[in-house]
């Protein structure tokens, strides 16, 4: 009885439907997957753009 996850999307209208458009699924509506490469060597970094 009244054992939902509180970030499963439920309906309603409103402020009442709050975790259909704050939960989870929406994020991953909401959202793109991205690739960022981050230098984290002190020694300088080649030219990426050079054919190997």
């Given at each position: ?19 259909r ?32």
């Amino acid at each position: 009885y009244r054992a939902i996850s509180p970030i499963s999307p439920f309906g309603g209208f409103k402020q009442s439907g709050g975790s259909r458009e704050a939960g989870i699924d929406a994020i991953h509506e909401y959202t793109r997957t991205k690739t960022t490469w981050i230098n984290t060597s002190s020694e300088p970094m080649s030219n990426p753009f050079i054919m190997r």
